[in-house]
């Protein structure tokens, strides 16, 4: 992969969109490289605020850490509009199977964020009303542990998504469960 | 109105039902008998005007050594020496509180506190329910059948509060397995490597209680 403006230095983020050579004034690219692209920039979240990691993300989503500096600054409350779901705090049993609707209803491609330690495990809730992990629900895939996550974590856990979906291409696969190790 | 005033007025309506009793300051606890409980509370209510019902909960004292107060820090021992009667009930495997409070409705202080309790026996029906004296006890005694499975003689078709209602048992009850889970979602296979549950130790054990 190369720029053509300059292929000794690509600037960040443009190796990965550009490749090859055209026409003076024309950008080429695979289509599956230019649509990781869009999609990466372009995520409509859906909040799935259970418990006090909401206040977390009510944290990054606000204008002090921005998310929508990743271009994922639009919450949809609609399943059907959202690409990524992010299940944000405690999920009890009890909530489960809504948790596993409101999945199903999302459109392909769609992705699912992990957020706080109760949601990768069920944390320190090793009892009889908390899902042992999200993952034994639905497939996930990343996974931002912390009692909550600092928003600092949730920012690179959001670029980790983004280099996910751009590596994914056309087709993402979904149940993909376990994220790339870095 | 002290404790002992309080204590005075709830043995001259109940006599010997009130079994064991104590406190200190404005804060009574008191212990009576299974059947005379809604008329305590009734006389706590009116008369006494504790006009509100803080928590109404259980405790599952199940394999707890020597009977309720055994090994306890008793505030009235400590400070009054003793003087207390400690005629505690011990048969019962449940201990159910109600925790009043009397609310200045004007000034809004806290005039006094008092816990009223009694055992009630594992598959029996615990006193008749107080949703008249106060609404808030509907959902506390419902929270109270879900966890413990002890609901008022008078309400029979309870329904959970907090839990499904495909759950089967009552989870604070300490014979409860502490590691069973009642998904209502079957899980999905384990991801490639992950680590089993039961590779897992253990992460809460159940040594029961050292005497």
């Known amino acids: 992969m190369t720029d ?15 490749q090859g050579s055209g026409p003076p004034g024309v950008l080429t690219s695979r289509l599956d490289a230019a649509i990781g692209w869009a999609r990466k920039y372009s995520i409509f979240q859906y909040p799935f605020v259970t418990a006090c990691c909401g206040m977390e993300y009510m944290s990054v989503a606000s204008g002090h850490y921005d ?35 409101i999945y199903e209803q999302m459109m392909e491609p769609k992705w699912v964020v992990a957020f706080g330690v109760c949601t990768c495990t069920g944390g320190f809730y090793d009892d009889y009303a908390t899902v042992q992990g999200i993952d034994t629900i639905i497939p996930v895939d990343l996974y931002i542990p912390g009692c909550p996550p600092r928003p600092e974590n949730v920012l690179q856990g959001l670029m980790l998504l983004q280099e996910k979906i751009q590596r994914q291409g056309l087709h993402p696969k979904p149940g993909t469960l376990r994220p790339p190790i870095r | 109105m002290t404790e002992t005033e309080l204590l005075d007025a709830l043995k001259a309506a109940l006599g010997a039902d009130v079994l064991a009793a104590g406190g200190v300051g404005h804060d009574l606890w008191a212990q009576v008998a299974k059947g005379r409980v809604r008329e305590a509370l009734q006389l706590f209510k ?18 707890w050594p020597g009977g309720h107060w055994a090994g306890v820090w008793d505030p009235c021992q400590a400070t009054q020496g003793g003087e207390h009667e400690r005629r505690t009930q011990t048969d019962g495997r449940f201990e159910l509180t109600w925790r009043l409070m009397r609310l200045d409705e004007k000034s809004g202080l806290v005039e006094g506190r008092a816990a009223l309790k ?8 615990g006193p008749p ?24 003689n008078n309400r029979p078709d309870l329904k959970r509060l907090l839990l499904y209602e495909e759950f089967k048992g ?18 999905l296979p384990a991801p490639e490597g992950r680590i089993a549950p039961e590779q897992l130790r253990p992460r809460v054990t159940d040594p029961g209680l050292v005497e």
């Open chain 1, 4 to 18: 053509e403006r300059d292929p000794q230095t690509p600037g960040p983020g443009s190796g990965a969109l550009t």
């Open chain 1, 67 to 101: 998310m929508d500096r990743f271009g994922a600054g639009f919450p949809r409350f609609s399943p059907r509009q959202a690409d990524v779901l992010m299940v944000v705090g405690t999920t009890s049993q009890k909530i489960a199977p809504i948790l596993k609707r």
């Open chain 2, 46 to 63: 009116g008369t006494l005007g504790f006009n509100v019902l803080v928590d109404h909960t259980a405790a599952d004292l199940l394999k």
């Open chain 2, 118 to 125: 009694c055992r009630v026996s594992d598959g029996e029906a």
């Open chain 2, 129 to 152: 329910s107080v949703r008249d004296l106060w609404p808030c006890a509907d959902w506390l005694e419902r929270e109270v059948w879900d966890m413990f499975g002890v609901k008022p």
């Open chain 2, 170 to 187: 009552h989870p604070l009850r300490k014979d409860y397995p502490i590691a069973k889970r009642q998904p209502l979602v079957a899980p």
